[in-house]
C-alpha cells in the first residue's frame, strides 16, 4: 500500500500537480507544458497556473472552473483580489492594498511632449473609419508615453484615405482636428525616432543598443495602422503576453479594458477615448509584471521554447529516473518573461 502511494507520488507534476500512470507519461508532459518558475503560482498551494485567468479559477473567483476549496477559503481572507497575493495577515493585506489598487489617471490638457526618460515608451492609436462602410481601421490618433507616465508624443493624425466614419462617440475625433494634422507619414518617422532613440532602423534587428522596448496592447494593429514595423524582440504587447490571456490552449487576448479593471483596479475605455489613458495603462501591466520576482532560473529562462533542449529523447530513460521536482529544475519557460527586463 506504501509502496503504491509512493509511485502515485512520483508521478504527479511537481508543477500543476497532475497526476499520470506511468513516468513516461509525467516527461512528456513536461515536455510540452514549459513550466517554470516565472508561471502564476498559487499563494496557498504553490501550483503554477498557465495565466492569471487559470490562477483565478483555481482561487475562486473566475468564471469557468470549480476552485480548489482550501485555496479558496485562505485567499477570501487574505488573498488580494488584483494580483492575486497572499499575505500572512489581515493586516499586512490591509497596507498592501492601496499600493496595488490605482486610480483612473488624468487625461492631460494638451502640452508641448517632453524628452522620454528611460528605456521603455508605450504606444496607444485610436482609429476612426475608412473604406464604403466604415469599418476599416486607419489612424486617427497616436499618444507615446514613458516610463513616468508623461506624454513624449501626442498628436492627431491625417489618413492617407478619406475617413468615412469618424466614430465620435468613442473616438472625440471631429473633421476639423485631422484637417490640418500631419500625415501618417510624417506621425511614422516621429515615432521611430522615440523608439530607437539614435540607433539605425538595420543594427536593432540583431542588436538592441540604445533602442527602446516597446509596450502596448495590440500592438501588431497599432504598427500596421502607422506603417511601421519594429522587431520582436522589443515589443512588450500586454494582449499577447502568456500570464495575461485568457485561460484558454490557444492564445485569445483579454481586452484591455477588462486587464485593467481586474489587474490595476479601475476602469477605462468610458465615453471619449483618449489615447494617453491606453498607454497609461499597459505601461502600469507592463511594470506590474516586470516587478514580480521569480528569480533567475538556473537553466536561463529565456523563453526559447525548445522543450527538446531541456528534455532531449536520447536521455528518455534518464528522465524517468528522476524526481518530479528535478524535472521541474530542468523546465524552460517558452516566452520571454518581463522580470528579466530589469
Request: net charge positive; charged share 25%.
Amino acid at each position: 500500500m506504501g509502496s503504491s502511494s509512493d509511485a502515485h507520488s512520483r508521478n504527479k507534476c511537481a508543477a500543476c500537480y497532475r497526476q499520470f500512470n506511468r513516468m513516461e507519461h509525467l516527461v512528456e508532459h513536461m515536455r510540452a507544458s514549459h513550466h517554470s518558475p516565472h508561471e502564476p503560482r498559487c499563494g496557498v498551494c504553490g501550483k503554477h497556473c498557465r495565466s492569471l485567468d487559470a490562477l483565478r479559477d483555481h482561487l475562486g473567483f473566475g468564471a469557468s472552473l470549480p476552485p480548489k476549496p482550501a485555496c479558496a477559503t485562505a485567499f477570501a481572507a487574505k488573498g488580494c483580489p488584483l494580483c492575486l497575493a497572499v499575505f500572512s495577515s489581515s493586516g499586512s493585506l490591509r497596507v498592501h492594498s492601496p499600493t496595488c489598487h490605482l486610480s483612473r489617471p488624468p487625461v492631460p490638457s494638451r502640452a508641448m511632449p517632453r524628452v522620454a526618460v528611460g528605456g521603455v515608451v508605450a504606444l496607444g492609436c485610436k482609429m476612426v473609419g475608412g473604406g464604403s462602410d466604415g469599418t476599416l481601421d486607419v489612424c486617427g490618433r497616436v499618444c507615446v508615453i514613458d516610463e513616468n507616465e508623461t506624454i513624449v508624443f501626442e498628436n492627431f493624425v491625417r489618413p492617407l484615405l478619406p475617413v468615412t466614419h469618424y466614430r465620435y462617440e468613442t473616438t472625440g475625433i471631429r473633421p476639423e482636428y485631422l484637417r490640418d494634422a500631419p500625415t501618417v507619414k510624417t506621425v511614422q518617422r516621429q515615432v521611430e525616432d522615440i523608439l530607437l532613440n539614435g540607433e539605425q532602423p538595420w543594427k536593432i534587428r540583431s542588436s538592441r543598443g540604445a533602442a527602446r522596448l516597446l509596450v502596448g496592447h495590440g500592438l501588431e494593429h497599432d504598427l500596421n495602422a502607422l506603417g511601421m514595423d519594429y522587431p520582436a524582440y522589443l515589443k512588450r504587447d500586454t494582449a499577447e503576453y502568456p500570464p495575461l490571456v485568457k485561460t484558454s490552449a490557444r492564445l485569445m487576448s483579454n481586452s484591455l479594458r477588462f486587464l485593467t479593471q481586474s489587474c490595476l483596479g479601475y476602469e477605462i475605455q468610458t465615453g471619449h477615448q483618449h489615447p494617453y489613458e491606453d498607454c497609461v495603462a499597459a505601461m502600469r501591466l507592463y511594470k506590474r509584471m516586470r516587478a514580480m520576482r521569480h528569480g533567475q532560473p538556473k537553466n536561463g529562462g529565456e523563453g526559447d521554447g525548445c522543450a527538446a533542449v531541456a528534455f532531449p529523447a536520447r536521455r528518455q530513460r534518464e528522465l524517468e529516473r528522476m524526481s518530479p521536482e528535478e524535472l521541474l529544475s530542468m523546465s524552460k519557460p517558452d516566452y520571454h518573461c518581463w522580470c528579466l527586463d530589469d
